[in-house]
Protein backbone atom coordinates (compact mmCIF):
# COMPACT_ATOMS: atom_id res chain seq x y z
CA UNK A 1 0.00 0.00 0.00
CA UNK A 2 1.26 3.30 -0.91
CA UNK A 3 3.08 5.61 1.22
CA UNK A 4 1.20 9.49 1.92
CA UNK A 5 3.00 11.62 -0.49
CA UNK A 6 5.00 14.45 0.04
CA UNK A 7 3.40 18.10 -0.05
CA UNK A 8 4.76 20.10 -3.19
CA UNK A 9 6.28 22.84 -0.64
CA UNK A 10 8.76 19.81 0.78
CA UNK A 11 9.64 19.27 -2.75
CA UNK A 12 10.65 22.60 -3.60
CA UNK A 13 12.71 22.90 -0.27
CA UNK A 14 14.38 19.38 -1.39
CA UNK A 15 15.27 20.81 -5.20
CA UNK A 16 16.28 24.61 -3.94
CA UNK A 17 19.27 22.75 -0.92
CA UNK A 18 20.31 20.28 -4.44
CA UNK A 19 20.40 22.84 -6.45
CA UNK A 20 22.36 25.40 -4.03
CA UNK A 21 24.99 22.59 -3.14
CA UNK A 22 25.79 21.84 -6.45
CA UNK A 23 26.15 25.49 -7.62
CA UNK A 24 28.58 25.53 -4.30
CA UNK A 25 30.92 22.65 -5.30
CA UNK A 26 30.95 23.85 -9.10
CA UNK A 27 32.33 27.68 -8.09
CA UNK A 28 34.68 26.28 -5.04
CA UNK A 29 36.10 23.71 -8.04
CA UNK A 30 36.32 26.71 -10.62
CA UNK A 31 38.23 28.79 -7.73
CA UNK A 32 40.45 26.31 -6.60
CA UNK A 33 41.52 25.06 -10.24
CA UNK A 34 42.05 29.13 -10.69
CA UNK A 35 44.28 29.49 -7.56
CA UNK A 36 46.38 26.30 -7.97
CA UNK A 37 47.15 27.51 -11.76
CA UNK A 38 48.13 31.57 -10.41
CA UNK A 39 45.43 32.39 -12.51
CA UNK A 40 45.78 32.76 -16.67
CA UNK A 41 48.90 33.21 -18.64
CA UNK A 42 49.65 34.70 -21.85
CA UNK A 43 52.51 34.73 -24.26
CA UNK A 44 51.01 37.97 -26.02
CA UNK A 45 50.23 41.20 -24.23
CA UNK A 46 47.42 41.46 -22.69
CA UNK A 47 45.28 43.27 -25.10
CA UNK A 48 46.03 40.81 -27.74
CA UNK A 49 43.93 37.52 -27.99
CA UNK A 50 45.85 34.00 -27.58
CA UNK A 51 45.69 30.32 -26.65
CA UNK A 52 47.98 29.32 -24.06
CA UNK A 53 48.94 25.91 -24.17
CA UNK A 54 50.34 24.17 -20.96
CA UNK A 55 52.12 21.47 -21.03
CA UNK A 56 51.92 18.92 -17.77
CA UNK A 57 53.97 16.30 -17.26
CA UNK A 58 52.78 12.89 -16.54
CA UNK A 59 53.69 11.46 -12.98
CA UNK A 60 56.18 8.82 -12.90
CA UNK A 61 57.67 5.96 -10.90
CA UNK A 62 60.40 8.19 -8.75
CA UNK A 63 57.77 10.94 -7.72
CA UNK A 64 57.91 11.06 -4.35
CA UNK A 65 55.09 10.97 -1.60
CA UNK A 66 54.90 14.16 -0.67
CA UNK A 67 54.72 15.73 -3.99
CA UNK A 68 51.94 18.01 -4.42
CA UNK A 69 49.27 16.70 -6.36
CA UNK A 70 48.17 19.25 -9.10
CA UNK A 71 44.67 19.72 -10.16
CA UNK A 72 44.07 20.45 -14.27
CA UNK A 73 40.78 21.41 -15.17
CA UNK A 74 41.93 22.51 -19.11
CA UNK A 75 40.73 20.46 -22.12
CA UNK A 76 43.57 17.98 -22.79
CA UNK A 77 43.50 17.87 -26.78
CA UNK A 78 46.17 15.14 -26.95
CA UNK A 79 46.91 11.87 -25.48
CA UNK A 80 49.20 11.82 -22.26
CA UNK A 81 53.17 12.12 -23.25
CA UNK A 82 55.23 10.34 -21.60
CA UNK A 83 57.72 12.26 -19.34
CA UNK A 84 60.37 10.57 -22.05
CA UNK A 85 58.90 12.30 -24.72
CA UNK A 86 58.63 15.29 -23.40
CA UNK A 87 62.30 15.76 -22.44
CA UNK A 88 63.68 14.65 -25.58
CA UNK A 89 66.70 16.27 -27.00
CA UNK A 90 68.17 17.14 -30.16
CA UNK A 91 71.63 17.31 -30.59
CA UNK A 92 73.94 19.58 -32.91
CA UNK A 93 75.39 17.50 -35.73
CA UNK A 94 78.85 17.02 -36.44
CA UNK A 95 80.38 19.91 -39.23
CA UNK A 96 81.02 17.91 -41.77
CA UNK A 97 77.02 17.89 -41.74
CA UNK A 98 76.78 21.86 -42.75
CA UNK A 99 75.66 21.32 -46.21
CA UNK A 100 74.33 18.48 -45.54
CA UNK A 101 71.30 17.50 -48.91
CA UNK A 102 70.26 14.35 -48.07
CA UNK A 103 68.66 12.96 -51.07
CA UNK A 104 71.36 14.35 -53.05
CA UNK A 105 74.19 12.74 -50.80
CA UNK A 106 77.04 12.56 -52.73
CA UNK A 107 78.55 8.95 -50.87
CA UNK A 108 75.06 7.65 -51.85
CA UNK A 109 74.29 8.64 -55.23
CA UNK A 110 77.83 6.59 -56.04
CA UNK A 111 75.31 3.64 -55.50
CA UNK A 112 73.37 4.54 -58.76
CA UNK A 113 74.36 4.28 -62.11
CA UNK A 114 76.29 6.85 -64.33
CA UNK A 115 73.83 6.23 -67.38
CA UNK A 116 72.16 9.30 -67.99
CA UNK A 117 72.81 10.96 -65.02
CA UNK A 118 70.39 8.90 -62.70
CA UNK A 119 73.01 9.22 -59.95
CA UNK A 120 72.69 12.53 -59.95
CA UNK A 121 68.90 12.53 -59.03
CA UNK A 122 67.00 12.06 -56.28
CA UNK A 123 68.09 9.47 -54.03
CA UNK A 124 67.04 9.50 -49.98
CA UNK A 125 68.36 8.05 -47.14
CA UNK A 126 66.20 4.99 -46.00
CA UNK A 127 64.43 5.79 -42.27
CA UNK A 128 67.31 4.11 -40.28
CA UNK A 129 69.46 6.57 -42.10
CA UNK A 130 67.52 9.96 -40.80
CA UNK A 131 69.77 12.19 -38.74
CA UNK A 132 68.33 13.15 -35.58
CA UNK A 133 70.29 16.10 -34.93
CA UNK A 134 70.16 19.72 -36.24
CA UNK A 135 72.63 20.68 -39.18
CA UNK A 136 74.91 23.42 -37.76
CA UNK A 137 75.69 26.92 -39.43
CA UNK A 138 79.23 27.28 -40.28
CA UNK A 139 80.78 29.35 -37.91
CA UNK A 140 80.97 33.18 -38.78
CA UNK A 141 77.87 32.69 -40.08
CA UNK A 142 76.08 36.14 -41.07
CA UNK A 143 72.74 37.07 -42.26
CA UNK A 144 72.57 37.89 -46.05
CA UNK A 145 72.25 40.70 -47.59
CA UNK A 146 69.38 42.61 -47.79
CA UNK A 147 67.50 42.57 -51.52
CA UNK A 148 68.70 44.07 -54.16
CA UNK A 149 71.86 43.73 -52.53
CA UNK A 150 72.24 40.27 -52.16
CA UNK A 151 71.89 39.68 -55.66
CA UNK A 152 75.68 40.60 -56.26
CA UNK A 153 76.98 40.18 -52.76
CA UNK A 154 77.28 37.00 -50.55
CA UNK A 155 79.00 36.52 -47.43
CA UNK A 156 82.14 34.22 -47.85
CA UNK A 157 81.08 32.41 -44.04
CA UNK A 158 78.28 31.40 -45.29
CA UNK A 159 79.03 29.80 -48.77
CA UNK A 160 83.30 28.97 -48.28
CA UNK A 161 83.67 27.16 -51.28
CA UNK A 162 86.04 29.18 -54.01
CA UNK A 163 86.04 26.91 -56.74
CA UNK A 164 84.26 28.60 -58.97
CA UNK A 165 86.32 31.66 -58.46
CA UNK A 166 89.22 30.24 -59.99
CA UNK A 167 87.36 27.61 -62.73
CA UNK A 168 84.98 30.34 -63.79
CA UNK A 169 87.18 33.27 -63.54
CA UNK A 170 87.60 34.32 -67.25
CA UNK A 171 83.69 33.87 -66.92
CA UNK A 172 82.73 36.76 -64.87
CA UNK A 173 80.69 34.38 -62.86
CA UNK A 174 82.19 35.24 -59.40
CA UNK A 175 84.97 37.05 -57.62
CA UNK A 176 86.05 36.71 -54.24
CA UNK A 177 86.54 40.02 -52.02
CA UNK A 178 87.61 39.83 -48.68
CA UNK A 179 85.01 38.52 -46.49
CA UNK A 180 82.13 38.63 -48.98
CA UNK A 181 82.07 37.28 -53.25
CA UNK A 182 80.53 39.57 -55.71
CA UNK A 183 78.68 38.08 -59.06
CA UNK A 184 79.23 40.70 -61.56
CA UNK A 185 76.21 38.82 -63.59
CA UNK A 186 78.65 37.20 -65.98
CA UNK A 187 78.05 33.55 -67.81
CA UNK A 188 79.62 31.15 -69.54
CA UNK A 189 77.88 32.06 -72.69
CA UNK A 190 77.52 35.82 -71.62
CA UNK A 191 80.98 37.05 -70.07
CA UNK A 192 79.64 40.82 -70.67
CA UNK A 193 76.94 40.00 -67.76
CA UNK A 194 73.40 38.61 -67.84
CA UNK A 195 71.79 41.80 -68.58
CA UNK A 196 73.41 42.59 -71.84
CA UNK A 197 72.94 38.80 -72.48
CA UNK A 198 69.19 39.23 -71.93
CA UNK A 199 69.05 42.25 -73.82
CA UNK A 200 69.98 40.15 -76.62
CA UNK A 201 67.09 38.19 -76.28
CA UNK A 202 65.14 40.82 -76.31
CA UNK A 203 65.86 42.05 -79.12
CA UNK A 204 64.57 39.02 -80.76
CA UNK A 205 61.30 37.89 -78.69
CA UNK A 206 59.30 40.48 -76.17
CA UNK A 207 60.08 40.14 -72.93
CA UNK A 208 58.22 43.35 -71.94
CA UNK A 209 54.56 42.92 -72.44
CA UNK A 210 53.82 40.60 -69.93
CA UNK A 211 53.29 37.51 -71.79
CA UNK A 212 56.35 35.61 -70.66
CA UNK A 213 55.91 35.64 -67.00
CA UNK A 214 57.86 32.06 -65.58
CA UNK A 215 60.92 30.89 -66.89
CA UNK A 216 62.92 27.94 -66.71
CA UNK A 217 66.50 27.79 -66.65
CA UNK A 218 68.45 24.18 -67.14
CA UNK A 219 71.71 23.76 -65.62
CA UNK A 220 71.88 27.23 -64.27
CA UNK A 221 74.91 27.97 -62.47
CA UNK A 222 74.78 30.82 -59.83
CA UNK A 223 71.15 31.77 -61.48
CA UNK A 224 72.74 35.04 -62.58
CA UNK A 225 70.10 34.81 -66.06
CA UNK A 226 67.18 34.43 -63.52
CA UNK A 227 68.56 36.76 -60.64
CA UNK A 228 68.36 39.37 -63.77
CA UNK A 229 65.18 38.93 -65.30
CA UNK A 230 63.68 39.59 -62.24
CA UNK A 231 63.56 43.08 -62.85
CA UNK A 232 61.88 42.54 -65.49
CA UNK A 233 58.80 40.72 -64.13
CA UNK A 234 59.72 37.32 -65.20
CA UNK A 235 60.22 35.10 -62.49
CA UNK A 236 62.66 31.64 -62.84
CA UNK A 237 63.24 28.58 -61.73
CA UNK A 238 66.77 27.60 -61.93
CA UNK A 239 67.90 24.32 -60.76
CA UNK A 240 71.50 22.56 -61.43
CA UNK A 241 72.81 19.42 -60.01
CA UNK A 242 74.82 18.63 -57.12
CA UNK A 243 78.17 17.98 -58.83
CA UNK A 244 81.72 19.19 -59.42
CA UNK A 245 80.81 23.05 -59.89
CA UNK A 246 80.40 22.81 -55.92
CA UNK A 247 77.73 24.95 -54.09
CA UNK A 248 75.88 26.52 -57.17
CA UNK A 249 72.49 26.17 -56.58
CA UNK A 250 73.39 27.52 -52.87
CA UNK A 251 75.22 30.52 -54.12
CA UNK A 252 71.90 31.10 -55.92
CA UNK A 253 69.70 30.83 -52.69
CA UNK A 254 72.48 32.71 -50.89
CA UNK A 255 71.70 35.70 -53.34
CA UNK A 256 67.73 35.26 -53.14
CA UNK A 257 67.57 33.84 -56.69
CA UNK A 258 64.86 31.16 -56.38
CA UNK A 259 66.80 27.53 -57.30
CA UNK A 260 66.12 23.93 -56.63
CA UNK A 261 68.44 20.96 -57.00
CA UNK A 262 67.91 19.00 -59.97
CA UNK A 263 69.34 17.33 -63.13
CA UNK A 264 67.45 16.13 -66.52
CA UNK A 265 68.31 12.42 -66.22
CA UNK A 266 65.52 9.56 -66.31
CA UNK A 267 62.35 11.00 -63.87
CA UNK A 268 59.85 13.90 -64.99
CA UNK A 269 61.29 17.29 -63.74
CA UNK A 270 58.98 18.31 -60.50
CA UNK A 271 56.67 20.49 -62.44
CA UNK A 272 53.43 20.21 -64.21
CA UNK A 273 53.18 19.91 -67.76
CA UNK A 274 52.04 23.32 -69.55
CA UNK A 275 54.23 25.60 -66.66
CA UNK A 276 56.59 27.75 -68.45
CA UNK A 277 56.56 30.54 -70.59
CA UNK A 278 60.07 30.36 -71.63
CA UNK A 279 62.75 27.05 -70.99
CA UNK A 280 66.39 28.66 -71.32
CA UNK A 281 69.79 26.75 -71.60
CA UNK A 282 73.25 28.26 -71.97
CA UNK A 283 75.67 25.97 -72.43
CA UNK A 284 74.07 23.40 -69.76
CA UNK A 285 76.39 20.48 -71.48
CA UNK A 286 72.91 18.75 -71.87
CA UNK A 287 72.79 16.21 -74.58
CA UNK A 288 69.54 17.59 -76.26
CA UNK A 289 69.92 15.22 -79.42
CA UNK A 290 70.54 11.76 -77.62
CA UNK A 291 68.47 9.37 -75.94
CA UNK A 292 65.45 9.87 -78.55
CA UNK A 293 65.59 13.21 -77.79
CA UNK A 294 63.68 12.45 -74.60
CA UNK A 295 65.19 15.88 -72.61
CA UNK A 296 63.62 17.93 -75.25
CA UNK A 297 60.55 15.97 -75.17
CA UNK A 298 60.54 16.73 -71.24
CA UNK A 299 61.15 20.06 -71.76
CA UNK A 300 58.15 20.61 -74.21
CA UNK A 301 56.21 19.01 -71.11
CA UNK A 302 56.65 21.26 -69.01
CA UNK A 303 56.90 24.58 -71.74
CA UNK A 304 53.35 26.26 -72.31
CA UNK A 305 51.74 26.33 -75.81
CA UNK A 306 53.46 29.25 -77.73
CA UNK A 307 56.23 29.29 -75.69
CA UNK A 308 59.93 29.33 -76.27
CA UNK A 309 62.76 27.36 -76.08
CA UNK A 310 66.19 29.42 -76.22
CA UNK A 311 69.43 27.80 -76.70
CA UNK A 312 73.14 29.31 -76.65
CA UNK A 313 75.96 27.84 -76.68
CA UNK A 314 77.65 24.52 -77.76
CA UNK A 315 76.80 23.99 -81.15
CA UNK A 316 75.08 27.09 -81.81
CA UNK A 317 77.68 29.79 -84.26
CA UNK A 318 79.45 26.39 -84.31
CA UNK A 319 81.26 28.09 -87.32
CA UNK A 320 82.99 31.10 -85.11
CA UNK A 321 83.51 28.87 -81.79
CA UNK A 322 84.38 25.21 -83.50
CA UNK A 323 88.28 25.89 -82.02
CA UNK A 324 87.71 27.64 -79.15
CA UNK A 325 85.53 24.65 -78.21
CA UNK A 326 88.18 21.90 -78.94
CA UNK A 327 85.95 20.18 -81.20
CA UNK A 328 85.44 19.73 -84.92
CA UNK A 329 83.07 21.75 -87.57
CA UNK A 330 81.83 18.41 -88.26
CA UNK A 331 80.86 17.37 -85.03
CA UNK A 332 79.19 20.06 -83.99
CA UNK A 333 77.30 20.70 -87.45
CA UNK A 334 75.87 17.31 -86.64
CA UNK A 335 74.98 17.79 -83.18
CA UNK A 336 72.69 20.89 -84.21
CA UNK A 337 71.48 19.23 -87.29
CA UNK A 338 70.53 16.20 -85.00
CA UNK A 339 68.92 19.07 -82.12
CA UNK A 340 67.11 20.79 -85.05
CA UNK A 341 65.29 17.19 -86.04
CA UNK A 342 63.90 16.29 -83.17
CA UNK A 343 62.79 20.27 -82.02
CA UNK A 344 60.91 19.50 -85.46
CA UNK A 345 59.74 16.01 -84.75
CA UNK A 346 57.94 18.26 -81.60
CA UNK A 347 55.79 20.06 -84.26
CA UNK A 348 58.16 23.53 -82.81
CA UNK A 349 59.07 26.18 -85.18
CA UNK A 350 62.57 27.82 -85.18
CA UNK A 351 62.06 31.37 -84.95
CA UNK A 352 65.24 33.25 -84.64
CA UNK A 353 69.00 32.62 -84.26
CA UNK A 354 71.31 34.94 -84.18
CA UNK A 355 74.62 35.01 -83.24
CA UNK A 356 75.28 32.74 -80.24
CA UNK A 357 71.26 32.43 -79.68
CA UNK A 358 68.61 30.34 -81.39
CA UNK A 359 65.13 30.34 -80.09
CA UNK A 360 62.23 27.71 -80.86
CA UNK A 361 58.53 28.09 -80.59
CA UNK A 362 56.26 25.20 -79.33
CA UNK A 363 52.63 25.55 -81.41
CA UNK A 364 49.75 26.55 -80.09
CA UNK A 365 48.11 23.57 -79.79
CA UNK A 366 48.31 20.00 -81.81
CA UNK A 367 45.97 20.07 -84.14
CA UNK A 368 48.31 20.28 -87.03
CA UNK A 369 51.14 18.22 -85.58
CA UNK A 370 48.62 15.29 -85.24
CA UNK A 371 48.37 15.53 -89.10
CA UNK A 372 51.68 16.24 -89.89
CA UNK A 373 52.42 12.71 -87.92
CA UNK A 374 50.81 10.87 -90.28
CA UNK A 375 53.48 11.87 -92.93
CA UNK A 376 56.72 12.13 -90.92
CA UNK A 377 59.06 10.48 -88.13
CA UNK A 378 57.64 12.67 -85.12
CA UNK A 379 57.43 10.47 -81.73
CA UNK A 380 54.07 9.08 -80.89
CA UNK A 381 51.42 10.93 -78.69
CA UNK A 382 51.69 9.61 -75.25
CA UNK A 383 48.61 7.55 -74.16
CA UNK A 384 45.62 9.28 -72.11
CA UNK A 385 47.70 9.94 -69.01
CA UNK A 386 48.02 13.10 -66.41
CA UNK A 387 50.82 15.00 -67.59
CA UNK A 388 50.96 16.55 -64.21
CA UNK A 389 52.41 13.98 -62.49
CA UNK A 390 55.76 14.35 -62.07
CA UNK A 391 56.94 13.57 -58.36
CA UNK A 392 58.92 10.27 -59.24
CA UNK A 393 57.49 9.99 -62.43
CA UNK A 394 59.64 8.47 -65.72
CA UNK A 395 60.05 10.25 -68.77
CA UNK A 396 59.03 9.07 -71.78
CA UNK A 397 59.97 9.52 -75.60
CA UNK A 398 56.39 10.08 -76.34
CA UNK A 399 54.69 13.36 -77.07
CA UNK A 400 52.92 14.94 -73.99
CA UNK A 401 49.23 15.42 -75.68
CA UNK A 402 47.95 19.20 -75.30
CA UNK A 403 44.14 19.94 -74.47
CA UNK A 404 41.61 19.21 -76.80
CA UNK A 405 40.91 22.59 -79.37
CA UNK A 406 38.00 22.87 -82.07
CA UNK A 407 40.31 25.25 -84.34
CA UNK A 408 43.93 25.80 -85.37
CA UNK A 409 43.93 29.33 -83.59
CA UNK A 410 42.43 28.13 -80.69
CA UNK A 411 45.47 28.18 -77.36
CA UNK A 412 45.45 24.42 -75.96
CA UNK A 413 44.46 24.48 -72.25
CA UNK A 414 43.20 28.04 -72.67
CA UNK A 415 44.66 31.58 -72.37
CA UNK A 416 46.14 33.36 -70.16
CA UNK A 417 45.90 37.12 -68.96
CA UNK A 418 49.23 38.81 -69.02
CA UNK A 419 51.13 40.03 -66.42
CA UNK A 420 50.33 41.36 -63.82
CA UNK A 421 46.26 40.35 -64.70
CA UNK A 422 47.38 37.03 -64.39
CA UNK A 423 47.65 37.23 -60.94
CA UNK A 424 44.09 36.90 -59.75
CA UNK A 425 42.36 36.03 -63.14
CA UNK A 426 40.80 32.96 -62.93
CA UNK A 427 43.51 30.38 -64.07
CA UNK A 428 42.02 28.48 -67.32
CA UNK A 429 42.09 24.81 -65.14
CA UNK A 430 39.36 25.94 -63.29
CA UNK A 431 37.27 27.90 -65.47
CA UNK A 432 37.42 24.83 -67.59
CA UNK A 433 36.74 23.15 -64.63
CA UNK A 434 39.75 20.75 -64.89
CA UNK A 435 40.65 20.64 -60.93
CA UNK A 436 38.06 18.78 -59.03
CA UNK A 437 36.54 20.82 -56.76
CA UNK A 438 37.55 24.42 -57.74
CA UNK A 439 35.74 26.65 -59.16
CA UNK A 440 35.90 30.67 -60.02
CA UNK A 441 34.09 31.11 -56.53
CA UNK A 442 35.65 29.15 -54.54
CA UNK A 443 38.56 30.71 -56.69
CA UNK A 444 37.95 34.16 -55.53
CA UNK A 445 37.15 33.82 -52.06
CA UNK A 446 40.39 32.09 -51.44
CA UNK A 447 42.29 35.24 -52.37
CA UNK A 448 39.91 37.52 -50.41
CA UNK A 449 40.91 35.00 -47.60
CA UNK A 450 44.51 35.18 -48.25
CA UNK A 451 44.40 38.91 -47.86
CA UNK A 452 42.72 38.58 -44.81
CA UNK A 453 45.06 36.01 -43.24
CA UNK A 454 48.38 37.84 -44.29
CA UNK A 455 46.88 41.10 -42.49
CA UNK A 456 46.45 38.71 -39.11
CA UNK A 457 50.09 37.49 -39.83
CA UNK A 458 51.40 40.94 -40.08
CA UNK A 459 49.74 42.13 -36.96
CA UNK A 460 51.21 39.17 -34.96
CA UNK A 461 54.80 39.09 -36.68
CA UNK A 462 55.52 42.85 -37.61
CA UNK A 463 59.00 41.43 -38.93
CA UNK A 464 56.38 40.56 -41.84
CA UNK A 465 55.75 44.06 -42.77
CA UNK A 466 59.96 45.04 -42.79
CA UNK A 467 61.23 45.34 -45.61
CA UNK A 468 64.03 43.36 -46.32
CA UNK A 469 63.76 41.52 -43.01
CA UNK A 470 62.61 38.36 -45.58
CA UNK A 471 63.68 37.30 -48.79
CA UNK A 472 63.33 33.92 -49.77
CA UNK A 473 60.31 32.45 -48.64
CA UNK A 474 58.63 28.63 -48.76
CA UNK A 475 54.92 27.54 -48.74
CA UNK A 476 55.09 24.27 -47.71
CA UNK A 477 50.97 23.05 -48.80
CA UNK A 478 50.58 26.11 -50.77
CA UNK A 479 47.15 24.67 -52.70
CA UNK A 480 46.12 27.42 -54.41
CA UNK A 481 48.67 30.00 -53.80
CA UNK A 482 46.90 32.16 -52.12
CA UNK A 483 49.56 33.06 -49.26
CA UNK A 484 51.95 33.57 -52.26
CA UNK A 485 49.81 36.01 -54.44
CA UNK A 486 48.85 37.97 -51.27
CA UNK A 487 52.53 39.17 -50.87
CA UNK A 488 53.27 40.13 -54.36
CA UNK A 489 54.16 43.71 -53.35
CA UNK A 490 56.87 42.64 -51.10
CA UNK A 491 60.18 42.33 -52.17
CA UNK A 492 60.31 38.66 -51.63
CA UNK A 493 59.75 35.44 -53.26
CA UNK A 494 57.76 32.33 -52.39
CA UNK A 495 58.72 28.51 -53.35
CA UNK A 496 55.01 27.21 -53.22
CA UNK A 497 54.98 23.03 -52.61
CA UNK A 498 52.07 20.97 -53.45
CA UNK A 499 52.82 17.71 -51.80
CA UNK A 500 52.61 14.43 -53.78
CA UNK A 501 50.14 13.15 -51.26
CA UNK A 502 47.68 16.60 -51.57
CA UNK A 503 43.73 15.07 -52.59
CA UNK A 504 44.31 17.70 -55.45
CA UNK A 505 47.13 18.98 -57.18
CA UNK A 506 47.03 22.87 -57.67
CA UNK A 507 50.61 23.35 -59.19
CA UNK A 508 49.65 23.88 -62.52
CA UNK A 509 47.03 26.49 -60.99
CA UNK A 510 49.95 28.16 -59.53
CA UNK A 511 51.98 28.45 -62.66
CA UNK A 512 49.07 30.09 -64.39
CA UNK A 513 48.86 32.40 -61.96
CA UNK A 514 52.45 33.44 -62.69
CA UNK A 515 53.67 31.90 -59.70
CA UNK A 516 55.96 29.22 -58.81
CA UNK A 517 56.32 26.25 -57.17
CA UNK A 518 57.48 22.48 -57.01
CA UNK A 519 56.40 18.53 -55.62
CA UNK A 520 57.74 17.30 -52.73
CA UNK A 521 56.86 14.74 -50.50
CA UNK A 522 57.63 16.00 -46.82
CA UNK A 523 58.20 12.23 -45.41
CA UNK A 524 61.70 13.15 -47.56
CA UNK A 525 64.19 15.90 -48.01
CA UNK A 526 63.26 19.06 -49.97
CA UNK A 527 66.18 19.81 -53.01
CA UNK A 528 67.78 22.74 -51.21
CA UNK A 529 70.65 23.07 -49.16
CA UNK A 530 70.51 23.74 -45.44
CA UNK A 531 69.82 27.63 -44.46
CA UNK A 532 67.89 28.06 -47.60
CA UNK A 533 64.51 30.45 -46.33
CA UNK A 534 64.29 33.00 -44.47
CA UNK A 535 60.48 32.22 -43.73
CA UNK A 536 58.43 28.96 -43.71
CA UNK A 537 54.66 28.49 -43.78
CA UNK A 538 53.14 25.24 -43.01
CA UNK A 539 49.45 25.34 -43.26
CA UNK A 540 47.66 22.07 -42.69
CA UNK A 541 50.57 20.37 -43.08
CA UNK A 542 51.01 17.56 -39.70
CA UNK A 543 47.14 16.92 -40.60
CA UNK A 544 47.75 16.15 -44.08
CA UNK A 545 51.54 13.74 -42.75
CA UNK A 546 49.75 12.47 -39.35
CA UNK A 547 50.24 8.70 -39.78
CA UNK A 548 52.61 9.15 -42.63
CA UNK A 549 56.04 9.91 -40.69
CA UNK A 550 57.32 11.32 -37.48
CA UNK A 551 56.68 14.89 -37.28
CA UNK A 552 59.89 15.36 -35.62
CA UNK A 553 61.89 14.36 -38.99
CA UNK A 554 59.25 16.88 -41.17
CA UNK A 555 60.48 20.06 -38.41
CA UNK A 556 64.05 18.78 -37.93
CA UNK A 557 63.87 19.27 -42.23
CA UNK A 558 62.45 22.32 -41.67
CA UNK A 559 65.39 23.21 -38.93
CA UNK A 560 67.70 22.05 -41.72
CA UNK A 561 66.88 24.59 -44.71
CA UNK A 562 65.50 27.24 -42.17
CA UNK A 563 68.19 30.25 -41.53
CA UNK A 564 69.36 31.55 -38.56
CA UNK A 565 66.76 34.07 -36.64
CA UNK A 566 64.12 32.62 -39.68
CA UNK A 567 60.60 32.41 -38.57
CA UNK A 568 57.52 29.92 -39.11
CA UNK A 569 54.06 30.13 -39.21
CA UNK A 570 52.10 27.09 -38.71
CA UNK A 571 48.67 26.68 -38.95
CA UNK A 572 47.08 23.40 -37.86
CA UNK A 573 44.60 21.90 -35.76
CA UNK A 574 45.17 22.72 -31.79
CA UNK A 575 46.11 18.62 -31.31
CA UNK A 576 48.70 18.69 -33.94
CA UNK A 577 50.29 22.38 -33.10
CA UNK A 578 50.77 20.85 -29.50
CA UNK A 579 52.91 17.95 -30.67
CA UNK A 580 55.04 20.76 -32.92
CA UNK A 581 55.81 23.35 -30.04
CA UNK A 582 57.04 20.30 -27.75
CA UNK A 583 59.27 19.65 -30.70
CA UNK A 584 60.46 22.85 -31.36
CA UNK A 585 60.91 23.93 -27.91
CA UNK A 586 63.43 20.84 -27.63
CA UNK A 587 65.16 22.29 -31.33
CA UNK A 588 65.67 25.35 -28.99
CA UNK A 589 63.04 27.26 -31.20
CA UNK A 590 61.41 30.11 -29.78
CA UNK A 591 57.31 29.98 -30.36
CA UNK A 592 53.65 30.51 -29.00
CA UNK A 593 50.23 29.14 -30.17
CA UNK A 594 48.35 32.29 -30.73
CA UNK A 595 44.18 32.10 -31.50
CA UNK A 596 42.55 31.97 -35.36
CA UNK A 597 42.05 35.07 -36.67
CA UNK A 598 38.26 34.04 -36.44
CA UNK A 599 38.75 33.97 -32.74
CA UNK A 600 39.40 31.26 -30.00
CA UNK A 601 36.48 29.29 -30.61
CA UNK A 602 37.64 27.42 -34.16
CA UNK A 603 39.76 24.50 -33.55
CA UNK A 604 42.60 25.74 -35.93
CA UNK A 605 45.12 27.92 -33.91
CA UNK A 606 48.52 29.30 -35.00
CA UNK A 607 51.65 28.78 -34.40
CA UNK A 608 54.84 31.42 -34.15
CA UNK A 609 58.16 30.71 -34.05
CA UNK A 610 62.26 31.58 -34.62
CA UNK A 611 65.00 29.47 -34.90
CA UNK A 612 67.62 31.09 -32.67
CA UNK A 613 70.54 31.59 -34.02
CA UNK A 614 73.50 29.58 -33.22
CA UNK A 615 76.84 28.35 -35.28
CA UNK A 616 79.16 25.32 -35.00
CA UNK A 617 82.00 26.25 -32.48
CA UNK A 618 85.51 27.95 -34.47
CA UNK A 619 87.59 25.56 -32.95
CA UNK A 620 85.28 22.19 -34.58
CA UNK A 621 85.36 24.71 -37.80
CA UNK A 622 88.87 24.74 -38.06
CA UNK A 623 89.36 21.28 -37.48
CA UNK A 624 87.19 20.10 -40.44
CA UNK A 625 88.73 22.66 -42.39
CA UNK A 626 92.08 21.21 -42.14
Known amino acids: MAGPKPSKPSIIRTNVYSLTLILFLCIFSYLFGLWQHGGPTSLLPATTSTTTVVDI ?24 TSSEAVMKTYP ?4 SYSEYTPCQDGKRSLKFSRRRLIYRERHCP ?44 VQNWIRYEGDRFRFPGGGTMFPNGADAYIDDIGKLINLNDGSIRTAIDTGCGVASWGAYLLSRNII ?92 TKEDLNKEQTAIENVAKSLCWEKIKEKGDIAIWRKPINHLNCKTNQKLSQNPPF ?34 LAKWPQRLNAVPPRISKGTVKGITPEI ?40 FAAALIDFPVWVMNVVPAEAKINTLGVIYERGLI ?11 TYPRTYDLIHADSVFSLYKDRCETEDILLEMDRILRPEGGVIFRDDVDELVKVKRIIDA ?3 QSQIVDHEDGPLEREKLLFAVKLYWTAPAEETASESS
Open 57 to 80: ACSTATATATAPKTIDFTAHHVAA
Open 382 to 415: CPVQDPDKAWYTQMGTCLTRLPEVSSNRETAGGE
Open 587 to 589: LKW
Open 92 to 95: LCNI
Open 126 to 169: AKSELLKCRVPAPYGYRNPFAWPTSRDLVWYANVPHKELTVEKA
Open 517 to 527: GTYTNWCEAMS
Open 236 to 327: TMSFAPRDTHEAQVQFALERGVPALIGVLAAERLPYPSRAFDMAHCSRCLIPWNQFGGIYLIEVDRVLRPRGYWILSGPPINWKKHARGWQR
Open 443 to 482: FQQNSELWKKRLSYYKAMNNQLGQSGRYRNILDMNAHLGG
